[in-house]
């Protein structure tokens, strides 16, 4: 049962493991070839609707349960390895949680709550606001579908670059229980339950639970009982669902959802830069910090400040589907969500036994929403039509940062007499979004092999924020709206039985807002306008042999107004971040996913793509981003293989040899050209090696992730002097995963 996912608890780890062992369903399961599995006809739901994914007139991929179990991913970030063209890093405050995703150029970095991400991340249909919390574990997931380009007319803000789509396996009719089990070296420990059951003859009932922890990779050396090790995660997740189906016509779907994640330190080291001017102790932000005093080991953190080693996620979720079919023409559709996190992190930026900078934060934000659909399929037509609401309110807090370049261990100035820059300061950031808007998107089949199709939005944003920095004399408010009409037009044709072509325009929105660190003066802390971005694209979708398939996308995108952060070099740099409308920026590039089955039993699955992004103008009076510089976080070439072989034993039971290839060529840490802030290439590898018994119930898996134990750095940020490197908890990893299946 390929698509049945997992649950992870400690508590109930060795429970499941002696029932899996003792226990046997006896249930006999149909074989699938690599090859039917490969070609299995893949249905999403990217665009509102169930369509079939070669049919659908813009870049999609979608990974399905199967492909996320054999290539290892276990949240968010992993997904990023395996799609074109998408890159996925955790930065935030070096929280676990965080993830900054970029897909064709756009995304962000950053995590504070006056900003708002380029890709919107939605969990069944929900959009989460926030970048912490975003890298969602995935026990219990049905597929990822990954929208590429601007999603202006069914998703609205903040999907300039694209969207992505994590889509839970509802509950169901069928009874089945899975219990995984999973140990590994790093004192890998997981374990994942799922269950699903028909509880009547109406209502249906899905639940999930997860636990996974592993070791870290450093220690906070300079601390004597440090609370985490630097890289170490622990997690909890849960999920429930039940659906309710009162009549053949009519279901209510309701879903209840959490996860605690207490890990330490993210990685983190410098670098330093500028070499120091001894007739000047001025020069650099923090003449005291030498080389000596950075730890040997790059995964150790110095750092006197308790409790910045360790971060902490928590949050839950609750939402309330509706779906009606009205008649064989009309349905419509009901979907209001609930959602809260807060978070515990920060970063000692200068990574050493000096108290210099450090920023320990903490955060939250609740949001909820309402959308309501009407949809409609006649026998040439079909649209997607509907209103939305979100609300969101949330803040950024910093209580007694450091920034000071003369501090020692024992807080105290060095020489007694110069000042800090704010010393033992705070600042804090509150905001609250109402976002409004209405849409609908239709396609008609002028002949039975030509669609056209098209879509229209409105979209409507208030913020209102205020903020309070050492350099403001008083707490600052201030408001702006926003607002766009966006929109797309596509046609697609079908050329045979297997295979389409399409073209697109599109349009799309990302809102503006305000900057997330303007210790610069309330001056600073100013609006800054919307992004808007014209996506041209043409693809081929299909088999174009029986044993091959393939889908191609060449794109050309126009932004205007783009809206980039970076370090104001007239307010002293380093973590002075503000957001400013640096100009135009165009991305054109080439994106080719193919599946090749070379025998029944042996398939590769490959994805590659190329991308040709840089800001082609710079508006007048910005300082801090230049003409040619390319967006941060975006590597020109991205590339995936994954091979998978079936090999039948004379049991009866199947062995499966599946081995995945990513690469990420080198990107800019920061959307302007420094030479300090390149990160270089990476390439992983790593592999399943599983065995399914005969009735298809049970499976053992070796498995090793990034098997090279490639150390690569997923962030850099020059800052006066020295360079903060965020760099790869992704070590290798090597281990035992047990899978059993109960049918109930």
């Known amino acids: ?163 992505v789509n994590v889509i839970t396996k509802q509950p169901g009719d069928e009874g089945i229980l899975t219990t995984t089990a999973k140990v590994g070296s790093r004192g890998r420990v997981a374990g994942d339950i799922y269950f699903n059951n028909a509880l009547t003859n109406d209502l249906s009932m899905s639940a999930s639970a997860s636990y996974k922890q592993r070791n870290g990779v450093g220690t906070a050396v300079n601390l004597a009982n440090p609370e985490k090790e630097i890289g170490e995660e622990q997690e909890f997740s849960g999920r429930i669902a039940l659906k309710y189906e009162a009549t053949s016509d009519l279901a209510f779907t309701f879903s209840l959802d959490g996860v605690d994640n207490e ?47 360790s971060t902490s996620y928590s949050g839950w979720g609750t939402s309330f589907t509706a779906d009606w079919a009205i008649n064989n023409t009309y349905t419509a559709k009901f979907i209001s969500s609930y959602r809260t996190s807060e978070y515990e992190g920060g970063l000692d930026d200068d990574a050493s036994p000096l108290n210099l900078s450090e920023f320990p934060e903490v955060g939250g934000a609740d949001q909820y929403s309402f959308e309501v659909q009407l949809n409609a399929t006649f026998d040439k037509m079909d649209f997607v039509s509907g209103l939305y609401f979100f609300n969101e309110d949330g803040f950024t807090r910093s209580e007694d940062f450091v920034f000071s370049p003369f501090n020692t261990p024992n807080g105290l100035l060095n020489d007694g007499v110069t000042p800090s820059f704010g010393g033992f300061g705070f600042f804090e950031i509150n905001q609250e979004t109402n976002s409004y808007a209405a849409y609908i998107n239709g396609s008609y089949d002028l002949t039975d092999d030509l669609t056209i199709g098209g879509g229209l939005r409105y979209s409507e944003d208030k913020k209102d924020a205020n903020a309070i920095f050492p350099t403001f004399p008083e707490r600052k408010d201030i408001s702006a709206d926003f607002n766009a009409v966006t929109w797309d037009i596509n046609a697609s044709y079908q050329l045979s039985n297997n295979m389409n072509v399409y073209g697109q325009v599109q349009k799309g929105y990302q809102t503006g807002g305000f900057p997330p660190r303007p210790f610069g003066g309330p001056d600073q802390f100013v609006s800054f306008d919307e992004t808007k971005a014209v996506n041209y694209e043409i693809g ?90 390319s967006p941060a976080l975006t590597p020109r070439w991205t590339v995936m293989v994954a091979p998978s072989y079936f090999v ?7 062995v499966a040899l599946n081995a995945n290839y990513s690469y990420r060529s080198e990107m800019q840490g920061q959307s302007v050209f420094n030479k300090s802030e ?55 990893e090597f281990g035992l995963k047990f899978k059993k299946d109960f049918e109930l």
Not at 82 to 92: A, C, D, F
Not at 595 to 624: N, P
């Open 678 to 732: 390149t990160i270089d290439s990476r390439e992983l590898v790593g592999f399943n090696i599983s065995y399914t018994n005969p009735y298809g119930d049970m499976e053992v898996t070796l498995y090793g992730e990034n098997v090279l134990n490639e150390v690569y750095d997923v962030g850099r940020l020059q800052q006066t002097g020295f360079v903060g490197v965020m760099r790869s908890n992704d070590r290798s």
């Open 540 to 629: 081929l979708k299909g088999q174009v042999h029986e044993n091959v398939s393939m889908m191609l996308a060449m794109f050309v995108t126009d932004y205007t107004d783009l809206a980039l952060p970076f370090s104001d070099p007239t307010a002293g740099g380093g973590f002075v971040t503000i957001v400013e409308n640096a100009g135009q920026s165009k991305a054109q590039g080439i994106e080719l996913e193919t599946t090749i089955a070379l025998t029944d039993d042996f398939t590769i699955r490959t994805a590659v793509g190329y991308l040709d992004s840089e800001i082609t103008e710079v508006a007048e009076g910005v300082q801090g981003i230049g003409k040619g510089d």
């Open 1 to 163: 049962m390929e698509k049945t996912l997992k649950l992870r608890t400690l508590s109930q780890l060795s429970l499941a493991v002696i029932a899996a062992l003792t226990t046997s369903a006896n249930a006999q399961e149909a074989k699938t070839t690599a090859k039917q599995d490969a070609f299995e006809k893949i249905e999403v739901t990217a665009r509102k609707r169930t369509e079939s994914l070669f049919e659908s007139p813009t870049a999609i991929t979608s990974i399905g349960a199967n492909l996320i179990d054999k290539a290892n991913m276990g949240n968010l970030e992993d997904i990023g390895k395996y799609v074109p063209n998408l890159n996925i890093t955790r930065y935030g405050v070096g929280n676990a949680a965080h993830a900054s995703v970029f897909i064709r150029g756009i995304g962000l970095q950053d995590h504070i709550i006056t900003t708002d991400p380029g890709v919107g991340v939605y969990l069944d249909g929900v959009y989460l606001g926030r970048q912490m919390g975003s890298n969602l574990s995935l026990p219990n997931v049905e597929r990822v579908e990954v929208l590429r380009g601007p999603q202006g007319t069914l998703y609205g803000r903040n999907t300039l670059g694209g969207a």
């Open 648 to 654: 039948d034993l004379s049991n009866g039971g199947t």
């Open 263 to 309: 890990s330490g330190q993210s990685p983190y080291t410098i670098e330093l830069t500028d070499s120091l001017d001894s007739n000047d102790v001025f020069n650099g932000d923090f003449p005291l910090l030498t080389e000596d005093l950075i730890p040997q080991n790059p995964d150790d953190l110095g750092t006197t400040v308790a409790g910045i080693e």
